[in-house]
């Protein structure tokens, strides 16, 4: 599974991508506010939005292979089940890792279905496309401490503020204000959105000459 | 004096200032409001002398006037009511049935299917309709704290109960305020106790005869009504008493043992039925009968704290003489039950009272020259007289209570009141003025409620300022200071130093109290030391601030996200305290954290590794870390509610499929499962350390103890079952608890024989290694050689060497968590397991981790401070995960019965008990604290597999040994990782002393902040002890590992 090396110009597709990305989160996520509909984001009703969300992931990533005619990563077709197999097995991790910070484990069984669902469209599926089964499984276990190539890095921190995201957001539960949002899982799942459109932003301002330079003089914690 | 014993001395130094910082601040928070111990007095009516209006001389003649004469000449003077006293109108038959619901005292006709607690007491519905006249039906709403004795102070004196009383049930103190009972003596009037022990606590030598039941054995429904039945009806023909206490347990009882949705509860109901109408039947015309409930109970069956359904009980009046219909009320207070006494029995009200008098319950006089509303104004203004004196008199005292306006408004109120007193000639003005002066009342009531708990700043902040700066010396100096630098400043005169100022601080404050410059010694004792303490601590930091500093920039280049996560963990740990919502919830924050903290340590590991294989070792370890997660997720089944109206959401797994006492059989399955498992894993751990080889007494004790144990514990949880219905006496409860005290010996002798022994280590004679080929094999791979190069043939083998300081912690944390199994009764018994299991994983996986990262051994002698935080977090969090909470209605008082019920009501061992249920994961986490700095020894011996094995095969990894090899440095980082779990602790209770006075006016601090501080102080006392024992054990095993190795190498020469 050849990993290739940052060549200068698909590093300009992924940015588009990257600001893109925000923007649209950005978007879908007011439109949700305004709408009223961010109750629902854990019922199997807004399954089709995520669908949509995916489906982004996908063409986005058919967006940069057709611009740039090189990928990090040549799916084959015989990897493809297995790459089916690693998305499905994240998202039961993510199932159970939820279940063990708390989330109850079968009687909101839709609810953490519909939060791991939405994190692994975050997370694990722009990783399978970019890079491959095998490099999925190794960054989600290498969460805490990665070393791989500067693209990797910028996927990494994309999963890494998404997941923190997600962490962050149940914060908002034990409170006793009795507002409906803060119903498991609607927090962790906005964190989880609000995360990704950080990082989207985050990795195309990195992905500037300037601001790069920028945050690897300044940042101690280079994520 | 050693080295070790100078650490000894500073853990000692600094524990006293931690605890002298927490009690120096709970002094100023936890201010009770103070008694005043000045009585009301009165003149009855046969002391006034007779005074005619026209002359004020006295003569001999004029003392023999009637006593109609005088009746008309007090209520002319109204205004002097307090200081007279009218006479007795009746004797008064006391019921209390403990914990009486005001909807159990209810009737329902209508009701087709009543629960069990409902409609069982038609007596009370049919005296209220045949006779409307003689009988009262109140709702009787009691203050919180809820429990029985603050109730009954309350009932006797009047007052509200203060805060700080309410989790010392256990000893009883007598009362010092003015009360009831006393005046009644200063009438010569007597009372007659029959029930609950609690009464002769409060009020030794007051009775006339007196038949106390113990009370605390709340499984035992029967015995003390039953003794109250028995002396009831003999007293009752009597008439030398003018009170007659009868005090009922079983309802309350039955409430704490099965709730109040149980058959239980049906029986004692309608006993306590049987029991009214029979009071009922022997009244004589001159006695009235209460019936009262002191509080109420939650659905669960419990009381203390502030719900509806625990402050609202009933007051049922009866009397076969009329009874007055002044002014009728259908709700009072139970502080208004002891004016209503006090006016029945024509004595002073007591003086710190702050009822009402109830005129709707008080029984005519057959006097048809004074009209009713005359006596009942009469009343009401001694009354209103005896507040009003009541706070005048308390403001004097402490003048900061009640507020200059706030006490003028009150007086201009009663002046008013006092010029309409006047204009009251007949019954509706009477009405009229009578609302105008309950509600006067009402206010002088709520002022004090206001007021009464007043915080002492002075002591709040020292107490907040002390607990801060020590807790920042010492883990500046422990942190800072490097650890080989450590010994030679802990030997230089520092430490003489510090305790000569010490105690020259004490001298100068007894000196300063014997001239009472101060007022309290205890306080001022804890400021002088502690602030000269700070200034000892802050001088050593300023010594040695050079070396602090450079080795903090040495090590703050080595930061990474794991450490970032891990601030941010500490912060939202520290946070929640602060909101009351997070506190609530603190079982879940703590699980979301705990899990939080353990995923990203053993994701951590295993850096710079390929890219593309994912190590071995690194799967095993999320393995492990997978495993213990599932175990603490477990443990989620055991957490208790804390309260329904708190926890809106809250599932009560543990309590809601069983009723309360009993199991059911899957639990009682899965208990006996757990730990049978427990004492397999835990027994073959130890036999593959190589320490249960040979016949020394400790290694015997090992060997058989848990599972003695284990039986006797199943033993006493079936003899437990057996007597479900009150009837079976087949087993008396001696025999169970008898085994409940072979638990408690043998575990006990267990702890102390691996303290005093602790060598499980077996010296296999050179010969016997080569005829014993059948254990050899077994054994051979865990023997360890002893370092001695010279005399190879006569070096003798030593099992168990390598794991000799892990095997006495691990068999203490057996024996703790057996004792902790057979306390917490056999439903949550497997959260202790699991608790145990939890923590030998945590130590693994952190062991793991450090043997991945350390690079040269000196780097295993380093505690990182991830895996101090993870253990504070898991101590913490099994105080949720073995169903507490930090609120005192859910203390789990069943505890102290194990083995007691009905034997022993001695106090401290109650109270130890309970201490030791409630704080059971503070007391295992602080012995073990010294695993933290052992067990990657150990890991490297008992699980080499699943490490990298390059700090393996580079440093000659010999388990423990190596420990002995440099004791010098494991003691010093043993004091050092002492200190800081010390610290950790105690920012908590530090966050939680800054929330109680940041919220100190919020309206949850009574019901949440305050209890938390309270718990969280007591664990931290609880800790700090335990954790300096762990010191001691750890010094006692390498003084006898050293003793081992002298003479074997003596032997050998
Ligand atoms: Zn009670
Ligand atoms: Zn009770």
Not at chain 1, 146 to 173: C, E, H, N, P
Not at chain 2, 367 to 382: C, D, I, K, R, T
Not at chain 2, 712 to 740: E, Y
Not at chain 2, 793 to 807: F, N, Q, R
């Amino acid at each position: 599974m050849p990993v290739k090396y940052l060549t200068p110009d698909y590093s300009q597709t992924l940015r588009w991508n990257d600001i893109l990305t925000s923007m649209y989160l950005l978007l879908y996520l007011s439109f949700l506010y305004y709408n009223n509909l961010i109750l629902s984001i854990g019922h199997s009703d807004s399954l089709y939005n995520i669908l949509g969300l995916a489906a982004l992931e996908f063409i986005k990533y058919s967006f940069h292979v057709s611009r740039t005619k090189t990928s990090f990563y040549k799916h084959h077709a015989k990897d493809f089940i297995k790459n089916v197999l690693v998305l499905l097995l994240l998202f039961a991790t993510i199932y159970v890792v939820a279940v063990l910070f708390g989330a109850p484990i079968l009687s909101d069984f839709e609810e953490t279905c519909m939060f791991s669902l939405i994190v692994t469209t975050f997370t694990a599926l722009p990783l399978c496309l970019y890079f491959g089964g095998d490099n999925t499984v190794h960054m989600f276990l290498s969460l805490a401490s990665y070393d791989g190539s500067d693209v990797q890095k910028l996927f990494m921190l994309k999963l890494r503020l998404t997941l923190f995201g997600a962490w962050l957001g149940a914060i908002v539960i034990p409170l006793d204000w009795n507002r409906p949002w803060q119903d498991w899982p609607i927090p962790c799942s906005v964190g989880a959105m609000v995360g990704y459109m950080v990082a989207n932003f985050v990795t195309s301002l990195l992905q500037h000459q300037y601001f790069a330079k920028f945050i690897r003089k300044t940042g101690k914690y280079m994520l | 004096m050693g080295k070790h014993w100078c650490y000894f001395l500073f853990m000692l130094w600094f524990s006293y200032l931690i605890v002298s910082s927490i009690l120096l601040f709970s002094r100023g928070f936890l201010l009770s409001k103070n008694a005043q111990t000045t009585n009301s007095t009165c003149l009855s009516l046969s002391e006034i002398p007779c005074i005619h209006k026209e002359s004020t001389t006295l003569s001999a003649h004029e003392q023999q006037c009637s006593a109609d004469t005088k009746l008309s000449y007090v209520f002319q003077n109204i205004n002097s009511a307090s200081d007279i006293c009218l006479p007795q109108r009746a004797r008064v038959v006391f019921v209390i049935i403990d914990a009486l619901r005001y909807d159990f005292a209810l009737y329902d006709e209508n009701l087709k299917n009543p629960l069990p607690f409902q409609n069982k007491l038609p007596v009370i519905n049919e005296l209220l309709k045949q006779q409307p006249d003689n009988s009262r039906l109140y709702k009787f709403i009691a203050d919180p704290p809820t429990t029985t004795m603050q109730r009954l102070k309350a009932l006797t004196t009047g007052s509200l109960p203060t805060f700080i009383d309410a989790g010392s049930n256990f000893a009883t103190n007598e009362i010092n305020e003015d009360n009831i009972i006393d005046q009644l003596l200063r009438h010569n009037l007597s009372t007659v106790l029959i029930g609950d022990d609690t009464w002769d606590g409060l009020y030794p030598n007051r009775f006339l005869r007196k038949y106390p039941y113990p009370s605390f054995d709340v499984w035992d429904l029967d015995t003390v009504d039953d003794g109250v039945n028995f002396h009831l009806y003999p007293e009752l023909a009597k008439n030398d008493w003018s009170f007659l206490i009868a005090h009922y347990l079983g309802v309350d009882h039955c409430g704490h043992r099965y709730g109040p949705n149980h058959s239980e509860m049906e029986r004692k109901l309608t006993e306590m039925n049987t029991v009214i109408a029979s009071i009922v039947e022997r009244l004589d015309p001159s006695t009235m009968l209460f019936v009262i409930g002191d509080h109420g109970m939650t659905e669960t069956g419990n009381h203390g704290g502030d719900a509806d359904d625990e402050v609202t009980s009933a007051l049922f009046v009866y009397s076969h003489t009329q009874l007055s219909s002044l002014h009728a009320s259908a709700t009072v207070r139970q502080v208004s039950l002891v004016p209503t006494l006090a006016s029945i029995f024509g004595v002073s009200i007591p003086f710190s009272n702050l009822g009402t008098v109830i005129l709707d319950a008080l029984p005519l006089l057959n006097n048809s020259q004074v009209p009713e509303w005359q006596w009942s104004l009469f009343h009401l203004w001694a009354n209103a007289q005896q507040m009003l004196t009541y706070i005048d008199h308390y403001a004097k005292s402490a003048p900061e209570t009640f507020s200059d306006s706030t006490l003028q408004s009150l007086r201009e109120n009663y002046a008013l009141l006092n010029s309409k007193l006047f204009h009251v000639s007949d019954q509706p003005s009477f009405a009229t003025f009578t609302e105008e002066c309950l509600v006067f009342l009402g206010k002088l009531r709520e002022t004090c409620e206001q007021v009464w708990v007043q915080f002492d700043s002075f002591s709040m902040t020292r107490g907040l300022l002390f607990l801060f700066l020590s807790m920042f010396f010492v883990y500046v100096i422990t942190d800072g200071i490097p650890s080989n630098r450590l010994p030679e400043i802990f030997m230089s005169s520092f430490l003489t130093c510090s305790y000569f100022v010490l105690l020259v601080a004490v001298c100068v404050s007894i000196v300063l109290y014997h001239f009472s410059y101060v007022s309290s010694l205890t306080s001022t004792i804890f400021f002088s030391t502690g602030l000269v303490s700070q200034f000892m601590l802050g001088m050593l930091v300023i010594q040695n601030w050079e070396l602090i500093s450079l080795n903090w920039y040495d090590r703050s280049k080595k930061e990474r996200i794991p450490n970032l996560i891990c601030r941010l963990v500490l912060v939202f740990h520290l946070c929640g305290l602060f909101s009351n919502s997070f506190v609530v919830e603190e079982s879940s924050v703590l699980l979301f954290l705990l899990t939080t903290v353990i995923l990203i340590g053993s994701l951590s590991v295993g850096q710079g590794e390929t890219k593309k294989k994912i190590p071995r070792p690194k799967l095993r370890l999320l393995l492990i870390a997978f495993g213990m997660l599932v175990l603490v997720r477990i443990s989620m089944y055991f957490w208790r509610c804390r309260d329904r109206l708190e926890q809106p959401w809250c599932y009560e797994t543990y309590n809601s499929f069983t009723s309360k006492a009993e199991t059911t059989k899957l639990q009682w399955i899965t208990t006996l499962i757990t730990l049978a498992l427990f004492v397999t894993t835990t027994k073959v751990w130890l036999r593959n350390c190589g320490n249960l080889n040979g016949y020394n007494f400790t290694v015997i004790v090992l060997k058989y103890a848990p599972t003695v144990l284990v039986v006797c514990t199943s033993g006493f949880w079936v003899l437990n079952r057996l007597p479900g219905d009150p009837k079976n006496k087949a087993i008396r409860p001696w025999q169970a608890n008898v085994l409940a005290w072979t638990v408690y010996g043998v575990s006990f002798v267990g702890i102390l024989v691996v303290v005093l022994k602790p060598l499980c280590v077996y010296v296999l004679p050179k010969e016997k290694t080569v005829e014993g080929q059948n254990i050899i094999p077994h054994l051979f791979h865990k023997v360890k050689r002893l370092f001695n190069e010279e005399s190879r043939d006569d070096v003798p083998i030593l099992c168990g060497l390598g794991t000799a300081y892990s095997a006495v912690f691990v068999s203490i944390g057996i024996f703790l968590t057996h004792l902790f199994a057979l306390i917490h009764g056999d439903g949550v018994a497997p959260a202790t397991v699991i608790m145990f299991l939890a923590s030998a994983f945590v130590l693994i996986i952190t062991s793991i981790i450090r043997l991945e990262k350390a690079t040269i051994m000196e780097q295993l002698f380093e505690i990182p401070n991830m895996s101090l935080l993870v253990w504070v977090i898991l101590s913490q969090y099994f105080f949720y995960g073995t169903g507490h909470q930090p609120s005192f209605p859910n203390i789990i008082w069943e505890a102290a019965f194990v083995g007691t019920s009905g034997v022993i009501s001695h106090n401290y061992i109650l109270g130890s008990l309970i201490i030791l249920n409630t704080f059971c994961s503070q007391i295992l986490m602080g012995f073990l604290v010294p695993l933290l700095i052992i067990m990657p020894f150990t890991v490297s011996v008992m699980l080499p597999t699943s490490i990298n094995r390059n700090i393996l095969e580079r440093e000659n990894l010999r388990g423990e040994v190596l420990l002995y090899e440099r004791d010098g440095l494991m003691i010093t980082v043993a004091f050092t990782t002492i200190c800081k779990y010390m610290v950790c602790h105690g920012i908590r209770v530090f966050a939680t002393m800054l929330a109680a006075t940041i919220h100190c006016r919020h309206m949850m601090i009574w019901k949440i902040f305050a209890p938390k501080l309270i718990f969280e102080a007591i664990g931290m006392f609880v800790t700090l002890v335990v954790v300096n024992l762990s010191y001691l054990v750890l010094l006692r095993i390498n003084f006898k590992v050293d003793q081992l190795i002298v003479s074997l190498n003596k032997r050998c020469r």
